[in-house]
Nanobody, 116 residues
Framework: QVQLVESGGGLVQPGGSLRLSCVASGRIFSINYMGWYRQGPGKQRELVATITSGGSTNAADSVKGRFTISRDNAKNTLYLQMNNLKPEDTAVYFC??????????WGQGTQVTVSS
């Protein structure tokens, strides 16, 4: 059974940094892409960044230049380095893996709060 477990969230001041991690357990076949989404208070879930099986990355305009997505295949881990955080980045951040054959897997989310 596949599980995605996020960690690394917390409370940080504006301008600070956090690194989120997502560890995948179980076998996931035919991965299309892995990514991070977020859902702020009263908002819809939105895409933050993705990385394809070939290593191509994409990020939302709101986080470009501040957030970096990466992965460590040997550790089955996806990362999101978040720098220069702003209050509007406050949200629950979800890890996802999309498989061509099995669809989407989701983690339980980790809270990121940016506040002074």
């Amino acid at each position: 059974q596949v599980q995605l477990v996020e960690s690394g969230g917390g409370l940080v001041q504006p301008g600070g940094s956090l690194r989120l991690s997502c560890v995948a357990s179980g076998r996931i076949f035919s991965i299309n892409y892995m990514g991070w989404y977020r859902q702020g208070p009263g908002k819809q879930r939105e895409l933050v960044a993705t990385i394809t099986s070939g290593g191509s990355t994409n990020a939302a305009d709101s986080v470009k230049g501040r957030f970096t997505i990466s992965r460590d295949n040997a550790k089955n881990t996806l990362y999101l380095q978040m720098n220069n955080l702003k209050p509007e980045d406050t949200a629950v951040y979800f890890c996802t893996v999309n498989s061509y054959t099995k669809g989407d897997y989701w983690g339980q989310g980790t809270q990121v709060t940016v506040s002074s």
